[in-house]
């Protein structure tokens, strides 16, 4: 089968031939993948920016950890999961023994394992999962969308770890795939949200079809302005989802007394603080990344309303088939696409 792989330390990626996966072990699924997206972490290890040499010790592995599909068979022991059920599935796996695991925080497991990022994912037409990371799709909730599950729990956790409340004014800094999730979680939580984005009208545009409240494009005006004119004051929350550092000192400007920032983008550079002006404004920072448990059937409710997946699908820009993946790269690097889904299943 064709695979999309990350072979090398180095830039780029490979469309190889591989083997199809060994049957299922006990407590495994096989799943034939519909969709799968392509992330931001997909392009870091593409271009091979700094913070993913951990990648390195574990190539040549297939890529692609936002994916979806149908089972195709299922290990010993495995309860709940039939063939043909369309599932998606969280793809962190943690080591099972240590008390982050015991606790059932596997994204705090020292040696977690994420499909698609340390060993084979989903960028091939077949992967295979523990059947206790797998969620089935409620009706109505089609492959393309169950692709969007991951990426959209990381936004719900994002959110969860900025303890944003009814009313609260939210600063979303950034307009990719991870940050428009972030605004319309946010929204759903019963903020006012200001989605910012530089020079990225094809995105901001996506945000408002999306219904997200309000949006500013800091190409055209700075980012205390856009607040001003939006809030009227400083805001509660910040979430930054940019990657670049300089937003973080940025958002800390407009981020009111007590407020909270959380990080999410992954920095390739270091940033460096103003201190004694973070501890007058008592400034929380926090960083929020991967995602946890609880926020999957939080996603997995909000996608069972057919409005709230109509919104949600206007990310979902581009269709190719998986031999048109490292096309797909080359767009999502350019910016010129919000989420591309690659389709194994289309060749
Ligand atoms: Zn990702
Ligand atoms: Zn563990």
New binding site residues.
Partial sequence: MLALRKTRAAPGLEAQEVRPPAAPGPGEIGIRVAAAGICGSDIHAYEWTPGYEFMAPHMPFTLGHEFAGHVTAVGAGVEGFAPGDAVTAWPTI?????R??CEGR?QD?Q??RILGLHCDGGFAAHVVAPASHCFRLPDGVDAEMGALCEPLSIADNAVEVAEISPGDAVLVLGPGPIGLGIAWMAQQRGARVLLAGFDDTLRLDCARRMGIGHTADLAGTSLAAAVQACFGEKVDRVIEATGVTASITEGLSVLRSSGVLVITGIHSRSLELPVTTMVRNKHQLRAAHDTSWAAWPRVLALLADPAHRAQLALMITHRLPLREGPRGFEMARRKDAVKILLRPGDG
């Fill in positions: 943690g080591c099972g023994q240590c982050a695991c596997n497991c040696a977690r």
